[in-house]
Each structure stands twice: as structure tokens, then as C-alpha cells.
């Protein structure tokens, strides 16, 4: 079981903006650790989306963006696109739990 | 080009052993820490284990400790995982990943192999 919860689906138009949040608590994202986003889509492996909260890898696009606050985070996806449709983990780390790192629940994207 | 690619997995009777490889070209490997992440048919992504540069400090989820054994052999630039005393909930696609970060506590996986499947089943 999955100590960060996202939803279990968000969904938009093309062009649409669309945000999944990612909540945890005092011992992984409110103890200061940084959260990282990763896409997954259909039968692919997972690829890094959105490292140390906001920082995107070369190569993504800055349709994506991260926030974090407090035990919380959030990635943002503006100008949705259906090349988008995708499964979507943070992931981040824990200090009191049996996994050092822990990924969410995971979000599927629909675009209309 | 990065490149990771598993191999080893497949049908094993519950109790059995497997040991999963991945070989990794396109970096220098043994500057990296390394991972194994898994996921069950349908079900989310969960970290397995993960190991330092020189294989010094080894990581494992609550759920495989004593039974899984992360291991790498940087001559041959391969990560390795044997699995012992397999279980039907061990079932799921096993995937190779690079990790990258300042400090422990902020490693994440940057690079992913495309995963090899472990079923356990009689």
C-alpha cells in the first residue's frame, strides 16, 4: 500500500489544463524530501517527467511543471495534448516506513 | 545513449528462485547508484531494492527483505537480482533503473529498461 494518494483519474480537452496532486505526509514529502514525477505510457516503462519538485529533464516539455507544499505536491499538465494520455507516479522518499522510496497511487489522464 | 535492458525473468513455482539481470551501455556504470522497481498486472509502480556505486550499501522494501538479493559486477557493467522463496504476490514486471541525486534521500530513477516478467504460479 502507497503512502503518497493521488487520484485515480483526471481528465480534459485538448488544450485543457489539467493538475494531479500527490499527498503524503510529516515523514516523506512534509519531512522535506523532494518529489519526482515520472509518465507511463501504455506498455512502456516508466520515463522521469518532473525531478526535485519542479525541474523538468531535457527534452520534456514546459507543458509540465511541478509544485510542492507543505505534505503535498503537484504536477501540472497545460495545453493538454493526447499524446498526453498516460499514467502518472510521484514518487518521493520516506524515513519511517518499510520502503525507502515510495510512489503514489498513480493517476490515469484521459483526454477527451 | 543509455541503454538498460533486463533479461531473466519468467514462469517460476511458488518457492522457486530466479535471478534477473540487466545490462546497462551507454554511461559510465559504475558511478551510479542502481534499482530494481516492480509492477504487479494492472497495479502501480513499487521500489524493490536499490545498491550503491561499489555495491557497499544495499536497500531493500520490507516485503523481499531475506528473501531477494540485489548484487551488480562493474567490470561487467550488470546489475543482478536473485529472487528466493518466490511468492504469487511477487508477480509483476521487473524494471532496471538508473539513479541519480544529491544524497540518498533524493535518489530517483532518471533511466528505465523496458522490464522483464516474473510470473509465479503452480
Known amino acids: 500500500q502507497s503512502v503518497l494518494t493521488q487520484p485515480p483519474s483526471v481528465s480534459g480537452a485538448p488544450g485543457q489544463r489539467v493538475t494531479i496532486s500527490c499527498t503524503g505526509s510529516?515523514?516523506?514529502?512534509?519531512?522535506?524530501?523532494?518529489v519526482h514525477w515520472y509518465q507511463q505510457l501504455p506498455g512502456t516503462a516508466p520515463k522521469l517527467l518532473i525531478y526535485?519538485?519542479?525541474n523538468r529533464p531535457s527534452g520534456v516539455p514546459d507543458r509540465f511543471s511541478g509544485s510542492k507544499s507543505g505534505t503535498s505536491a503537484s504536477l501540472a499538465i497545460t495545453g493538454l495534448q493526447a499524446e498526453d494520455e498516460a499514467d502518472y507516479y510521484c514518487?518521493?522518499?520516506?524515513?519511517?516506513?518499510?520502503?525507502?522510496?515510495?510512489f503514489g497511487t498513480g493517476t490515469k489522464v484521459t483526454v477527451l | 545513449e543509455v541503454q538498460l535492458v533486463e533479461s531473466g525473468g519468467g514462469l517460476v513455482q511458488p518457492g522457486g528462485s530466479l535471478r534477473l539481470s540487466c545490462a546497462a551501455s551507454?554511461?559510465?556504470?559504475?558511478?551510479?547508484?542502481m534499482s530494481w522497481v516492480r509492477q504487479a498486472p494492472g497495479k502501480g509502480l513499487e521500489w524493490v531494492a536499490n545498491?550503491?556505486?561499489?555495491?557497499?550499501?544495499?536497500y531493500y522494501v520490507d516485503s523481499v527483505k531475506g528473501r531477494f538479493t540485489i548484487s551488480r559486477d562493474n567490470a561487467k557493467n550488470s546489475l543482478y537480482l536473485q529472487l528466493n522463496s518466490l511468492r504469487a504476490e511477487d508477480t509483476a514486471v521487473y524494471y532496471c533503473?538508473?539513479?541519480?541525486?544529491?544524497?540518498?534521500?533524493?535518489?530517483?530513477?532518471?533511466?528505465w529498461g523496458q522490464g522483464t516478467l516474473v510470473t509465479v504460479s503452480s
Open positions: 551507454g554511461f559510465t556504470f559504475n558511478i551510479y547508484w
Open positions: 533503473a538508473r539513479d541519480v541525486g544529491r544524497i540518498v534521500g533524493a535518489l530517483r530513477r532518471d533511466y
Open positions: 545498491i550503491k556505486q561499489d555495491g557497499s550499501e544495499k
Open positions: 510529516s515523514s516523506n514529502i512534509g519531512a522535506g524530501y523532494d
Open positions: 514518487q518521493s522518499f520516506d524515513s519511517s516506513l518499510s520502503a525507502y522510496y515510495v
Open positions: 526535485d519538485n519542479s
